[in-house]
């Protein structure tokens, strides 16, 4: 069975930092695009960051540049997402996604291949 096993989330002040992971299993993670989509309240849902593990492009949002970093480690089959100063607007679950052709698809939820289930990340002001 495929798996996406998002952890990490919690209540963090704004400012501070967290660090997503994301633990894949079922499917050839090597050969697969693997990010993060969001959804807060009231909020679209948002393709935040991808990686893409063959060639090791990434996307980020532009809402998230300069403060998220996505990275791969191929040999444990996880990805993580270190978000540091993080804001109120940050707040939302995290769903890790994957998906197995265009790193352009990560805006785009409906054309990921599998999803995982959600970590709730909270910042307070």
């Known amino acids: 069975d495929v798996q996406l096993q998002a952890s990490g989330g919690g209540l963090v002040q704004a400012g501070r930092s967290l660090r997503l992971s994301c633990a894949a299993s079922?499917?050839?993670?090597?050969?697969?695009?693997i990010g993060w989509f969001r959804q807060a309240p009231g909020k679209e849902r948002e393709g935040v960051s991808c990686?893409?593990?063959?060639?090791?492009?990434?996307y980020y949002a532009d809402s998230v540049k300069g403060r998220f970093t996505i990275s791969s480690v191929n040999a444990e089959n996880t990805v993580y997402l270190q978000m540091n100063s993080l804001k109120p607007e940050d707040t939302a679950v995290y769903h890790c996604?994957?998906?197995?052709?265009?790193?352009?698809?990560?805006?785009?939820?409906?054309?990921?291949?599998?999803w995982g289930k959600g970590t709730l990340v909270t910042v307070s002001s």
């Open positions: 990686i893409s593990n063959s060639d090791g492009r990434t």
């Open positions: 996604v994957a998906v197995d052709n265009l790193l352009e698809a990560c805006t785009n939820w409906d054309a990921m291949d599998y």
């Open positions: 079922g499917f050839s993670f090597d050969d697969y695009i």
